[in-house]
């Protein structure tokens, strides 16, 4: 009799565990097709880029990144919960995985969660720098608000300490810390990332979201907040400088008008301790953007948006007009549709993706004072 009471507590006990656990399996794929203007081709005997041409293309990911992952939460009593994630991304018309950052290079992360404290994750995720998403009218899309600070908007990261705070009152903070985990505390040339830490907090209301983000990404080479050095490396294919290493200020808007959304932001990007820069090189950037989406029907929402640079060091500025919209034919799917063009000050050559700095063919970038065009339509289905 005491052996069957015994496993029936233990069967009790299994199920209940069960209960309070869960795990998620989910992830997007994205597709499409891709015609572009303004595409560099040819190469002189500096590797330079010496015309342009037009090309068509099968794309994965230029309406958001395809991805897959695992998510998952044990309540473990008292208001507290083990939580964790894994998600990686990949190629939707190849079926090829990520690249240097693994197989879940995008998330990779375990941590504790209380209602009443708040949120704590370590491991890989995206950098603190993607906070701009919620206030992007294309949503970080492929041609938005990374384009033209080549990148700087959607890295992720490694070594990483996170905490996110209950809301209290609309507001909320957010902050990440990440070790270089080389020997000198920033960064020595031992590992592929220096330190890098942000903040950000958000206060929201019915009527509107503001958001305010300090972040930096130390040099991995010798920590300061500058990227290679331009006079040791091949000019005509780097994302360096303040691109890949800097300070970012950000202040951000969203105003909320029944069928409308009005969405507003300012980055300052600073860079530090730059020596030897090439002309062309910026060491700040100022970049804004505005736009508008209107939810025309619950299942179709047309956009409208402009982003603009200015660099210093006569880098030039450079302006993305775009158009686009969404149709959802179910919850999980949805047809997509952007339109856009770049538009270069003469010494300018930024590109409608989020290329590397340069003016070889293989950054894909315009010719310099060149413009840039574009049209994608796909499709996405979430699961």
């Known amino acids: 009799m005491k052996k069957a009471l015994l496993a029936a507590a233990l069967m009790t006990a299994g199920v209940v565990a069960h209960a309070q656990s869960s795990v998620t399996l989910y992830g997007r794929l994205d597709a499409g097709i891709e015609y572009m203007t303004g595409v560099p081709q040819g190469s002189n005997a500096a590797g330079q880029a010496t015309g342009s041409t037009n090309r068509w293309r099968a794309e994965s990911g230029d309406w958001g990144t395809s991805l897959w992952g695992l998510k998952g939460v044990e309540d473990i009593g008292g208001g507290n919960k083990v939580l964790f994630q894994l998600e990686g991304s990949f190629n939707t018309m190849t079926g090829a995985g990520p690249g240097g950052g693994g197989l879940f290079n995008r998330w990779a992360t375990v941590g504790l969660s209380n209602d009443q404290y708040g949120t704590f994750t370590m491991g890989r995720m995206l950098y603190i720098s993607n906070g701009v998403w919620d206030f992007d009218p294309f949503g970080q899309s492929n041609w938005s608000s990374a384009s033209l600070v080549r990148g700087r908007n959607w890295p992720q990261s490694s070594n990483n300490f996170a905490y996110q705070s209950p809301k209290i009152a609309g507001f909320d903070f957010y902050g990440q810390y990440a070790l270089s985990n080389a020997t000198s505390w920033n960064g020595n040339g031992t590992t592929p990332q220096g330190r890098e830490a942000g903040a950000q907090v958000t206060y929201t209301s019915s009527l ?5 983000i300090y972040d930096e990404i130390r040099n991995p080479a010798n ?4 990227g290679p050095n331009p006079s040791a490396v091949n000019t005509a294919n780097v994302g360096n400088g303040v691109f890949a290493a800097s300070r970012e200020y950000s202040a951000l808007v969203n105003v909320f008008l029944g069928q409308f959304k009005v969405q507003a932001a300012y980055q300052a990007v600073r860079s530090a ?3 030897n820069v090439l002309p062309g090189q910026p060491t700040t950037l100022d970049h804004e953007w505005g736009g508008v989406t209107w939810q025309a029907t ?5 956009i409208a948006a402009v982003y603009h640079v200015n660099g210093n060091n006569g880098a030039g500025n450079a302006t993305i007009y775009t158009i686009g919209g969404s149709y959802n034919l179910s919850k999980r799917t949805l047809l997509d549709i952007q339109i856009a063009t770049t538009q270069n000050s003469k010494t300018a050559n930024y590109g409608l993706n989020a290329n590397n700095a340069g003016t070889a063919t293989s950054t ?3 010719l310099p004072g060149h413009s840039q065009s574009g049209v994608y339509a796909g499709i996405q289905h979430s699961f």
């Open 298 to 302: 619950p299942a179709a929402a047309l």
């Open 273 to 275: 301790g730059a020596q």
């Open 364 to 366: 894909d970038n315009p």
């Open 208 to 212: 509107f979201q503001i958001r305010g």
């Open 223 to 226: 920590g300061v907040l500058y």
